[in-house]
């Protein structure tokens, strides 16, 4: 296979993606190896190197012993083509080895627009998409990722979803894996046994029926699996694997730099936010391990650039000692100290003197709605006086970019809401006016808004997506409201936000739209460059599937959802008062101020947040 790569690779773009023999890459004897897997990423190697999650299974199998896990990503299309042409099937970038001859084929999803790209390279490994097709125990398809949630889209190609946190889930299905490898149990017997673990959800053994209407009538569990799969989380995250030692890729990624993980869940509870609910409860890092892995993930990696990451940073309790035991090192070292999006209510004077040591790159403040009644609404907690104040605080700190981020189409959104969000770019303009330190260097303030995609497992799984005439003339009323010169407007395409909202809630009836999309050359769909929505409405029309019955409908409390079956600890009649909050437009206090009773304190015996 080096032969033919050797003669292909001159003729694709950045032939380093398909090579390997990184620095930190895992080499192992394949004759000490009882169990190997091939960890898949759904996407280009610059994306699935960026990605933490992915860095940290990839360490924690390679710490088992006789197990040997290896990375595959999606080829860039004239990778795809060359590697048709020359018989060249989908290998593991370590070994060389074809993805089809491993024990177990994992995928890591977070995005629904990469299910296309799963199809793809089973095909490209030369295996049967469709699970039943698959018949004996090798290779074994797996998923996980907050994609799995609701797996049922891609029920058919999978034999098993991992529902939750890896670090320990894995181990135990490899773990099991090397049983029945051991035993020659068959498939059927392998993954009956699978489904007693706590977060394994295996879709044949699920028998779903349907009313007349297209709505779900039962979800009925075979063979002994449990009516409730539920997540499996990490409880300690000072005892969890952090890839301290880590690859270091050859060619630049997405996110060039170290990512330090400081703490998992978020004590917020914005009600459209599938990741704040899912992870939950709050687990934090301690300051000095953190410290101490950010300075040997640097040491390490040579890095320059070095992110402080979770779903709410400046939420971290000691963020700023955690800055404050960095900062040195870093200094010394010339690496640069970031934090990505910030909340508008705790953007202090303190923090900011830590990011000022580094360069001053833009900062990124996410306000998502234009009004406080529509904040409200979403529970995002955030008034128009904590922007102000942060950007205050921002603009006589020196800095002269920010980016404002928003959503278009959240429920009960009315026009008023939609202009808000350019008279809060006004704001901005006039805030830097006032309060700026630096005016030579000129404002910029980019508005960015994206149209809102319901997600299971949150207050607003049960509201419709607004119809993509409504949202384009939401964007053409926001875009004709904008007219500072020093802000710019940029806005998402339409097309993928609303396939993204019919996979996002769909159902296993779409696994027959998913192939019919797929084998009308759907491959990357999470590239604009390749997207085609005219491409998929075709296969659902061929298959007799709406798409707008999947993502425009408003669902009852008492509708069986696809992801019933499913449980993440917050429970159901949680979410749904909240839903009925945000009509309301009331708030509910984050979790260190008051317990909300979502469910998730069963979790951590009573006790979710630890500040």
Not at 162 to 176: K, N, R, S, T, Y
Not at 366 to 376: F, H, S
Not at 393 to 407: H, I, R
Not at 432 to 459: C, D, H, I, Q
Request: glycine fraction near 8%; include cysteine; charged fraction near 25%.
């Amino acid at each position: 296979m080096y032969n033919k790569l050797e003669r292909i690779l001159p003729r694709v773009q950045k032939p380093a993606r398909y090579v390997g023999g990184e620095y930190n890459a895992v080499m192992k004897d394949k004759a000490s190896v009882d169990v190997r897997f091939a960890f898949c990423f759904p996407d280009t190697y610059e994306i699935g190197m960026s990605n933490l999650g992915f860095r940290i299974l990839y360490g924690v199998m390679n710490n088992m012993p006789g197990v040997w896990c290896e990375r595959a990503f999606a080829p860039w299309p004239d990778m795809e083509e060359e590697m048709r042409k020359a018989a060249i099937p989908l290998y593991a970038l370590e070994s060389g080895d074809p993805v089809g001859d491993f024990d177990i084929i994992g995928f890591s999803v977070g995005y629904e627009m990469a299910y296309t790209a799963m199809l793809n390279m089973l095909d490209l490994s030369g295996l049967p998409l469709r699970s039943e097709q698959r018949t004996s125990l090798a290779p074994l398809v797996v998923a996980g990722g907050t994609a799995m949630y609701n797996a049922e889209p891609v029920a058919d190609f999978i034999d098993m979803a991992l529902i939750g946190e890896g670090e320990e889930l894995v181990p135990a299905v490899i773990e099991l894996y090397r049983k029945a490898k051991a035993e020659q149990w068959d498939k059927q017997a392998f993954l009956r046994a699978a489904a007693q673990i706590q977060g394994v959800y295996v879709p044949s053994l699920y028998t779903v029926s349907y009313y007349d209407s297209g709505v779900i009538q039962s979800i009925t569990p075979q063979d002994g699996a449990p009516e409730k799969v539920v997540k499996r989380v990490v409880h300690n995250m000072d005892k969890s694997y952090f890839p301290a030692k880590t690859i270091v890729p050859s060619t630049e990624i997405v996110h060039d730099r170290v990512t330090l993980e400081v703490f998992r869940g978020c004590i917020r509870g914005c009600r459209f936010c599938q990741a704040g609910y899912v992870y939950r409860p709050v687990r934090c890092r301690s300051k000095d391990q953190l410290v101490q892995y950010g300075q040997e993930a640097l040491q390490d990696s040579g890095y320059q650039e070095m992110t402080l990451s979770s779903l709410s940073t400046s939420d971290y309790p000691q963020l700023v000692e955690l800055c404050d035991g960095l900062q040195d090192f870093c200094g010394q070292r010339h690496v640069n100290l970031s934090l990505p999006s910030l909340r508008a209510d705790n953007f202090s004077m303190e923090l900011m003197q830590r990011l000022q040591r580094g360069r001053k790159a833009g900062l990124t403040f996410a306000p998502e709605a234009g009004t406080q009644r529509l904040r409200d609404a979403i529970n995002k907690n955030v008034t128009e006086e904590d922007l102000t104040e942060s950007l205050k605080t921002a603009f006589s700190g020196g800095w002269s970019a920010v980016k404002l981020y928003f959503m278009l189409g959240l429920p009960t959104e009315t026009d008023e809401d939609v202009l808000g969000i350019a008279e809060m770019a006004n704001r901005a303009v006039h805030t830097w006016r006032e309060y700026a330190s630096n005016k030579n260097r000129g404002l910029r303030v980019t508005v960015s808004t994206s149209w809102f995609v319901p997600k299971p497992f949150t207050a607003f799984q049960w509201e419709p997506q607004i119809t993509m005439e409504e949202y384009e003339r939401r964007v053409k009323l926001l875009r004709q409201a904008i007219t500072a010169k020093a802000v710019t407007y940029n806005w998402h395409d339409g097309d993928a936000s609303f396939l993204e909202a019919v996979l996002a809630r769909g159902d296993r009836r779409l696994g027959r739209a998913l192939e019919a999309a797929y084998r009308k050359g759907a491959k990357l769909d999470a590239w604009s460059d390749f997207f085609d929505l005219r491409r998929w409405l075709d296969a659902f029309a061929e298959c007799g599937l709406d798409p707008a019955f999947y993502a425009c409908r408003e669902r009852s409390r008492d509708e069986v959802l696809p992801w019933s079956m499913i449980s993440c600890h917050v429970s159901d009649d949680f979410l749904w008062r909240q839903r009925e909050l945000a009509h309301q437009s009331v708030t509910t206090p984050d979790c260190r101020t008051q317990c909300g009773g979502c469910g998730a304190n069963a979790v951590e015996g009573g006790e979710c947040y630890h500040g």
